[in-house]
C-alpha cells in the first residue's frame, strides 16, 4: 500500500515520499525496509536515528531528511487504524454456520450468518444475534441473550439468563455469571445465599481472557458500554462499572461497588465493597481503595490517597533510614550533655 493511501485513510499529515511502498507494519526497534512503525512514547525517540523503517507516524515533524513522516496528533491511534489495512479483524476467518458437533437446545433462536463451532452447547431459550461468532467449546446458558456481531473465543462460559449487547468480544477461559460470594454465618455454619441476578454488558465491551464477572444476588452486574477489561479480573455481584472503564490485569472489585464513566483501574487495584469511585478517576497500580473516591483525580498507594500527597508520604518514607540515623546521632549528644551536667553536680 502507498503511504499517501495511508495518510488519507488515518488523517495524518505526509511529509515525504507518499509514492513509498509500504508492506508491513513493526516496531521501531525491528523495522526495515518496507515497513511502517510510529513513536507515542518519548523514550523511544533515540531509535529515530538508527530505524530501517520506510516511514514513521509521529505527532509533530521533525529534521530526519532520510524519513518519510505522517504527523498525527495521536500516533498510537493512528497506528491501531494502519493494523486495521494491514491484518485482518479478529474472527473474520470464521465462516457463517452451525457445527454438526454443537449442541443447541430446540428452543434457542439463532440469527442470521452466525457462527457455532465445534462443542458448543447453547441453552434452552438462548438468543444469538445476527453475525455473532462463538467459537469451539463454549458454554451458553439458558435465557441468555446475546447482540449483533459479537465474538465469543474458544471456553467462554455465559450462565443462564445473563444479557450481553452488541459488538461485545470475550476472551478464552473468561466466565460470566458465576455465583457471587454470598454466606450467611448461622450457628457458625456458612449457609449460601442463592444469586438471583444476572451480569447485562453493554455493546461494544471487549473482556480478556480468565475473568470472571459474577452475577448479582438481585437485580444486576452491569459492565458499561465501550468498557475494556484486561486478563484476570475480578468482578464481584452487584459491581456497576460506567461507560468507557479501563479496568487493568488482576485487578478485584467487591460486591456492590459502583464505578462511574471512564474510571482506570491500573494493574492489581484492590477495591472493597460498597463503594463509589467518580467519573475519571485514575487509580494507579497495586493501590488498595477502602473507601469511596472523587472523580477527576489520581490515586496511589495502599489506602489510596491523591498521588501528591501519595508522592510525599513515600518520599519521607525513603528518608527513614536516614532521620533514623540523625534521631540515634541526637540520642547520643542529649546523653553526653546529661553525663556532664550530672558531673558538674
Known sequence: MKLSEIAEKTGATLIGNGSAEILRVST????????????????????????????????????????????????????????????????????????????????????????VGNFVEIGEGAVIGDG???????????????????????????????????????????????????????????????????????????IGSNCSIDRAALDETVIGEGTKIDNLVQIAHNVKIGRRCIIVAQVGISGSTVLGEYVTLAGQVGVVGHIEIGDRAIVIAQAGVPKSLEGGKIYAGSPAREFMEFKKTEAQIHRLPQRLEQLKKLEAEIADIRTKLETTD
Not at 51 to 59: C, F, G
Not at 164 to 189: C, K, Q
Open 28 to 115: 521501531i526497534e525491528r523495522a526495515g525496509i518496507g515497513d511502517l512503525t510510529f513513536v507515542a512514547n518519548p523514550r523511544y525517540n533515540h531509535f529515530l536515528e538508527s530505524t530501517q523503517a520506510t516511514a514513521v507516524i509521529l505527532s509533530q515533524a521533525i529534521e530526519a531528511p532520510r524519513l518519510n513522516l505522517l504527523i498525527h496528533p495521536d500516533p498510537y491511534y493512528a497506528f491501531s487504524v494502519v493494523l486495521t489495512l494491514f491484518y485482518p479483524k479478529p474472527g473474520s476467518h470464521l465462516k457463517s454456520g452451525i457445527s454438526a458437533n454443537a449442541i443447541i437446545a430446540p428452543t434457542a433462536t439463532i440469527g442470521a450468518n452466525v457462527h
Open 132 to 206: 455473532t461468532k462463538i467459537m469451539k467449546g463454549c458454554t451458553i446458558g439458558a435465557g441468555v441473550k446475546i447482540g449483533r456481531e459479537c465474538l465469543l473465543h474458544p471456553n467462554v462460559t455465559v450462565y443462564d439468563g445473563c444479557l450481553l449487547g452488541n459488538h461485545v468480544a470475550i476472551h478464552s477461559g473468561t466466565v460470566i455469571g458465576s455465583d457471587g460470594f454470598g454466606y450467611a454465618i448461622h450457628d457458625g455454619i456458612h449457609h449460601k445465599i442463592l444469586q438471583v441476578g444476572i451480569v447485562r454488558i453493554e455493546d461494544n465491551v471487549e
